[in-house]
């Protein structure tokens, strides 16, 4: 079984019922991790593994610290003996760090799960932060202005949204680059289908 199927089945169990919405969410973010399988090589089962679990501490069966991505990434660790590296992207997902800081976790969180490969991390976050709440595709741009709005502005998660708001879209503009540099090196020149769509990338990779 690939690790995504097998990550798709933990998350549903977990999510679906309780948390719809979230689940909604997990779906969007994985859909957008199988579009990055060209650009990715090897890596794609293991990045579509993590878009799935990114989320999977928001269930009530998980919740410990109620900082979701510590709280599902020791789950993964202890009770499904996950992939390391997997662990470590779910730990650190979307600069994760910023916010774990800010609750007084980040040295529970740095000492348990070193940072994951800088490749993956990038490549999880653009997939995340193209994601609505209900899984609907957005910019970056729509999705930074829409989290505030769900939390309002004082809360720790927009306030750490808004520290992290560079490297977040800095990573979705490498990945949304180097999906277009993939599409045109696979693509004939005369394919007017395949141009529209990096003429659509390109018109993601600058919307922030």
Do not use: N
């Amino acid at each position: 079984m690939k690790q995504a199927d097998w990550a798709e089945e933990i998350a549903r169990k977990l999510l679906e019922i309780p948390l719809a919405r979230r689940w909604g969410h997990s779906q969007g973010v994985a859909a957008q991790a199988r579009t990055l399988a060209p650009i990715l090589g090897d890596d794609a089962d293991l990045l579509e593994a993590a878009a799935w679990l990114h989320d999977i501490g928001y269930s009530p069966d998980l919740v410990d610290t109620s900082f979701h991505p510590l709280d599902g990434a020791r789950y993964l660790r202890d009770a499904q003996h996950a992939d390391a590296v997997l662990c470590r992207l779910v730990a650190h997902h979307s600069c994760a760090i910023i916010e774990a800081t800010a609750r007084g976790v980040a040295d529970e969180l740095s000492s348990e799960f070193p940072l994951p490969p800088d490749h993956l991390d990038t490549a999880l976050i653009y997939c995340d932060m193209t994601t609505g709440p209900d899984g609907a595709h957005l910019s970056v741009s729509q999705r930074l202005t829409e989290i505030p709005q769900r939390y309002g502005s004082t809360h720790v998660v927009s306030r750490s949204i808004q520290r992290a708001r560079p490297r977040l879209t800095d990573s979705v503009h490498t990945i949304s680059a180097k999906k277009v540099a993939a599409e045109r090196a696979r693509a004939p020149h005369d394919s007017p289908l395949t141009w529209r769509h990096i003429y659509h990338a390109d018109l993601i990779s600058h919307s922030a």
